[in-house]
């Protein structure tokens, strides 16, 4: 069957305005209220006449999975997963409402744009291609919008992996946790990272309690005190650089591509983490101090005083390792540690046919790109697949620079109408050679 001509103008149009629309459906989590967003997908989804299904967590958070059946000869099915919750704001720091949609000067602007809800629209209009086509598949291709995923996931993946493992089990996902980017390491290159792996989230808090008293009698044993003599020491703890396989392959494709000048050698590598954040974190284990909570009143020494940590530890990093080393630098027995959420996995392998084909099509539409393995610094659902033995992907292909990049979980988050017309073909041509 010969491939159909696709007018991707007039989808771009369709994609645009479903973005806007999509945006104005709040999914700000906390709470979620992921039950909105697949009201609206579900719409679109009956429209074209295909049935899905809602998987419900309670509270309102709720997936929603759709299937058009292929005929198993390429094997298990593909996953288009997509998260439907969006972070939170400061409305003040914006210039435009971020639930508002607004498509002004070549950009769909509102807070999901990128993270991921824009992702999750050319991932549907693939989907819907290959419906109203009726293109052959030869594998099931799965549209899967999940809840909570900016919240570690427990009402959404994590509930399909529990209650409905069925529903996760496919030879290939294709997420968000990569994407394109017109820098290299500073450099005007155009390049698409492909997300393998990502650092493992380990939510810590600590407490301490003290003896309270009046601020004008200071004491030894203030909470306060202890806390921040606590905090010092971790803010201080120069952790080792622990390089990943993947992060090497990056690295040295970087060199090869003449970006990078010097072999990525240990010495090199810790230089460039000196002046570049994003690198040291793909480097070592990374800690990033959230919150800090002790006090009622200015006169009065806290009976208790409270931390958070957002840890992020390399790929296959042990967190009991993390802990144990953590408490050694603490040194301090009444700081309580306390895990509050933590999850680690496996990379994703670079040798499949999914992996050749998304290479191919994302140099066949932009011209030159250089393809990377991508080491995600924050967490995705991706990791609940990849702990399940399945390979999954981060690619989101479209092409931002750093300033834009900058908007995602910031002020002003937007992408362009351009780069969607390009995301959808990108992302339809990686279905069809994986699913066709």
Not at 191 to 200: D, L, Q
Not at 330 to 345: A, G
Request: proline residues 6%; contains cysteine; hydrophobic residues 40%.
């Amino acid at each position: 069957m010969a491939e159909p001509t696709i007018d991707w103008d007039e989808w771009t149009e369709q994609a645009t305005e479903w973005l806007s629309s999509y945006i104005q459906v709040d999914t700000v989590n906390p709470p979620g209220n992921e039950i909105i967003a697949c009201d609206f997908l579900g719409k679109i989804l009956e429209n074209e006449g295909i049935p899905f299904k809602l998987y419900d967590a309670g509270d309102n958070r709720v997936t929603l999975v759709a299937t058009l059946e292929g005929d198993g000869s390429r094997g298990d099915s593909l996953i288009l997963l997509n998260h439907t919750d969006v972070v939170p704001f400061e409305i003040e720091n914006w210039t435009v409402d971020p639930l508002g949609g607004e498509i002004r000067d070549g950009f769909i602007w509102g807070r999901g744009a990128q993270d991921m809800k824009g992702t999750g629209i050319i991932e549907l209009v693939s989907f819907l291609i290959h419906k109203r086509n009726n293109l052959p598949l030869k594998r099931d291709l799965v549209f899967m919008a999940v809840a909570d995923e900016e919240a570690g996931s427990a009402f959404g993946v994590e509930f399909l992996a529990r209650e409905h493992p069925e529903l996760i089990k496919c030879e290939y996902v294709i997420n968000e946790g990569g994407g394109g980017s017109t820098e290299v390491l500073g450099v005007e290159r155009d390049s698409f990272n492909i997300g393998v792996s990502e650092k493992g989230p380990l939510w810590l808090k600590l407490t301490v309690e003290g003896t309270p008293g009046h601020g004008s009698v200071p004491h030894s044993d203030n909470a306060a005190d202890h806390l921040v003599r606590a905090v010092n020491k971790i803010l201080d703890w120069d952790r080792p650089f622990d390089i990943t396989p993947e992060v090497r392959n990056y690295f040295q494709a970087v060199h090869e591509a003449g970006i990078l000048e010097a072999e990525p050698t240990d010495d090199v590598l810790k230089a460039l983490a000196a002046d570049n954040p994003r690198i040291d974190s793909m480097t070592r284990n990374s800690i990033a101090l959230t919150t800090l909570r002790s006090g009622v009143k200015h006169n009065v020494i806290p009976s208790d005083a409270e931390a958070t940590l957002d840890c992020r530890l390399v790929p296959g990093y042990d967190p009991d390792v993390f802990v144990d080393s953590l408490t050694k630098i603490i040194d301090d027995p009444r700081i309580q540690i306390e895990r509050v959420f933590q999850s680690s996995t496996p990379a994703s392998p670079m040798n499949t046919e999914l992996w050749e084909i998304m290479m191919r099509e994302a140099k066949n539409l932009v011209e030159d790109a250089l393809i990377l393995p991508g080491v995600s610094t924050g967490f995705t659902d991706s990791r609940v697949f990849r702990r399940e033995g399945i390979t999954a992907y981060g690619f989101s292909p479209f092409l931002t620079g750093p300033s834009e990049q900058g908007r995602v979980h910031g002020h002003d988050e937007r992408l362009s109408v351009e780069n969607l017309h390009l995301g959808m073909q990108i992302m339809h041509a990686t279905v069809r050679g994986i699913c066709g």
